[in-house]
Nanobody, 115 residues
Protein backbone atom coordinates (compact mmCIF):
# COMPACT_ATOMS: atom_id res chain seq x y z
CA UNK A 1 0.00 0.00 0.00
CA UNK A 2 1.02 3.62 -0.38
CA UNK A 3 3.14 4.85 2.49
CA UNK A 4 4.96 8.11 3.17
CA UNK A 5 7.29 8.30 6.16
CA UNK A 6 8.90 11.58 7.17
CA UNK A 7 12.09 11.77 9.21
CA UNK A 8 14.83 14.22 10.11
CA UNK A 9 12.86 16.54 12.33
CA UNK A 10 14.08 17.68 15.71
CA UNK A 11 15.29 20.77 17.50
CA UNK A 12 17.48 23.49 16.06
CA UNK A 13 18.62 26.93 17.09
CA UNK A 14 17.68 29.99 15.06
CA UNK A 15 19.98 30.16 12.07
CA UNK A 16 20.51 26.43 12.11
CA UNK A 17 19.68 23.75 9.57
CA UNK A 18 17.73 20.52 9.33
CA UNK A 19 17.16 18.13 6.47
CA UNK A 20 13.85 16.33 6.26
CA UNK A 21 13.32 13.14 4.28
CA UNK A 22 10.12 11.58 3.02
CA UNK A 23 10.50 7.90 2.18
CA UNK A 24 7.87 6.72 -0.27
CA UNK A 25 6.73 3.16 -0.88
CA UNK A 26 3.89 1.36 -2.60
CA UNK A 27 3.93 3.49 -5.73
CA UNK A 28 6.25 4.84 -8.41
CA UNK A 29 7.50 8.13 -6.98
CA UNK A 30 8.74 9.31 -10.40
CA UNK A 31 5.15 9.66 -11.62
CA UNK A 32 3.93 12.11 -8.99
CA UNK A 33 4.23 15.73 -7.99
CA UNK A 34 5.25 15.88 -4.34
CA UNK A 35 4.71 18.53 -1.69
CA UNK A 36 5.91 19.52 1.75
CA UNK A 37 3.39 21.13 4.11
CA UNK A 38 3.64 22.32 7.67
CA UNK A 39 1.23 23.00 10.48
CA UNK A 40 2.10 25.16 13.45
CA UNK A 41 0.11 24.98 16.71
CA UNK A 42 -3.21 26.75 16.34
CA UNK A 43 -2.68 27.42 12.64
CA UNK A 44 -3.92 25.89 9.44
CA UNK A 45 -1.74 23.53 7.46
CA UNK A 46 0.18 25.45 4.82
CA UNK A 47 1.98 24.47 1.63
CA UNK A 48 5.74 24.96 1.93
CA UNK A 49 7.20 23.57 -1.29
CA UNK A 50 6.25 21.62 -4.41
CA UNK A 51 8.37 19.67 -6.87
CA UNK A 52 7.15 18.17 -10.12
CA UNK A 53 7.71 14.54 -11.02
CA UNK A 54 10.50 15.41 -13.44
CA UNK A 55 12.12 18.21 -11.39
CA UNK A 56 11.26 20.80 -14.04
CA UNK A 57 9.24 23.00 -11.73
CA UNK A 58 9.74 23.88 -8.09
CA UNK A 59 7.74 26.35 -6.04
CA UNK A 60 8.05 27.70 -2.53
CA UNK A 61 5.95 29.63 -0.08
CA UNK A 62 7.17 33.20 0.20
CA UNK A 63 8.00 32.60 3.85
CA UNK A 64 10.68 30.00 3.02
CA UNK A 65 12.06 31.21 -0.32
CA UNK A 66 15.82 31.42 -0.30
CA UNK A 67 16.07 29.31 2.86
CA UNK A 68 14.45 25.96 2.03
CA UNK A 69 15.23 23.64 -0.85
CA UNK A 70 13.03 20.78 -1.99
CA UNK A 71 14.57 17.95 -3.98
CA UNK A 72 13.88 14.36 -4.88
CA UNK A 73 15.74 11.17 -5.67
CA UNK A 74 13.31 9.03 -7.62
CA UNK A 75 15.75 6.13 -7.70
CA UNK A 76 15.75 6.09 -3.89
CA UNK A 77 12.02 6.85 -3.61
CA UNK A 78 12.75 9.81 -1.38
CA UNK A 79 11.87 13.49 -1.29
CA UNK A 80 13.91 15.94 0.75
CA UNK A 81 13.47 19.34 2.32
CA UNK A 82 16.70 21.11 3.21
CA UNK A 83 15.94 23.87 5.70
CA UNK A 84 18.57 26.51 6.34
CA UNK A 85 18.57 29.77 8.30
CA UNK A 86 15.78 28.42 10.46
CA UNK A 87 13.57 30.82 12.35
CA UNK A 88 11.35 30.26 15.39
CA UNK A 89 8.33 30.73 13.14
CA UNK A 90 9.40 27.62 11.21
CA UNK A 91 8.39 25.56 14.23
CA UNK A 92 5.70 23.15 13.05
CA UNK A 93 4.91 19.57 12.17
CA UNK A 94 6.12 18.98 8.62
CA UNK A 95 4.27 16.62 6.31
CA UNK A 96 4.94 15.30 2.84
CA UNK A 97 2.05 14.73 0.49
CA UNK A 98 1.68 12.85 -2.75
CA UNK A 99 -0.42 14.55 -5.39
CA UNK A 100 -3.10 12.80 -7.37
CA UNK A 101 -6.45 11.26 -6.53
CA UNK A 102 -6.48 10.13 -3.91
CA UNK A 103 -3.62 12.03 -2.40
CA UNK A 104 -1.65 10.63 0.50
CA UNK A 105 -0.04 12.18 3.56
CA UNK A 106 2.73 11.06 5.83
CA UNK A 107 2.40 11.09 9.60
CA UNK A 108 4.55 14.19 9.99
CA UNK A 109 7.79 15.08 11.74
CA UNK A 110 8.16 17.78 14.38
CA UNK A 111 10.55 20.68 13.82
CA UNK A 112 11.21 23.00 16.74
CA UNK A 113 13.35 26.12 16.37
CA UNK A 114 14.25 27.91 19.56
CA UNK A 115 17.22 29.27 21.44
Amino acid sequence: QVRLVESGGGSAQPGGSLRLSCAASGFNLSMYVMHWYRQAPGKERELVATITDDNTSINYADSVKGRFTISRDNAKNTVFLQMNSLKPEDTAVYYCRRSGYPSYWGQGTQVTVSS
